[in-house]
């Protein structure tokens, strides 16, 4: 039970610095959404670096916890479809939620990187799992 009350800590913990990532920092006013898929990913494969890192192993990034920790909270969470789904809704949200405060860049290439990435969370929590059983309905003894 305990375990359950951490990582559902750290899935609240998660998600507040998410929208706080994806929602409140690094606003940039008027500029315009991109909605051709592998536009963005393409601009910044050719420019290469750092920009490219940032934006998209950042992106990647940001959703591997939610890959992670989703199927950690319950046992009945622990699919694949499931996550790729779930982070897929919730990268269109924020990009909704982007465009329609227009204080971000909404971008669909997002939304593909970001489900890509809670995919390998879960991907990760699977190997996780086999070195370390995570099976929320057994409890220790008391």
Not at 70 to 98: C, H, N, T
Not at 109 to 112: A, R
Not at 127 to 130: E, G, H, L, Q, T
């Given at each position: 039970m305990l375990r359950r009350w951490i990582v559902a800590a750290l899935f609240g913990a998660y998600l507040l610095a998410l929208l706080d990532l994806t929602l409140v920092r690094?606003?940039?006013?008027?500029?315009?959404?991109?909605?051709?898929p592998f536009k963005t990913i393409a601009y910044y494969a050719h420019l290469g670096g750092l920009p490219m890192w940032r934006n998209v192993a950042g992106n990647l990034i940001a959703f591997v916890p939610l890959g992670f920790l989703?199927?950690?909270?319950?046992?009945?969470?622990?699919?694949?479809?499931?996550?790729?789904?779930?982070?897929?809704?919730?990268?269109?949200?924020?990009?909704?939620?982007?465009?329609?405060?227009?204080q971000r860049v909404a971008d669909v290439?997002?939304?593909?990187l970001n489900t890509l990435g809670g995919i390998l969370g879960y991907v990760a929590f699977l190997?996780?799992?086999?070195v370390w059983p995570v099976d929320a309905s057994v409890e220790p003894a008391t």
């Open positions: 690094f606003p940039q006013p008027g500029a315009l959404p991109n909605w051709v989703v199927p950690a909270l319950r046992r009945d969470w622990r699919s694949l479809i499931l996550v790729a789904a779930l982070s897929f809704a919730a990268s269109v949200l924020i990009e909704l939620i982007q465009y329609l405060s227009a290439d997002d939304v593909f190997i996780a799992a086999r």
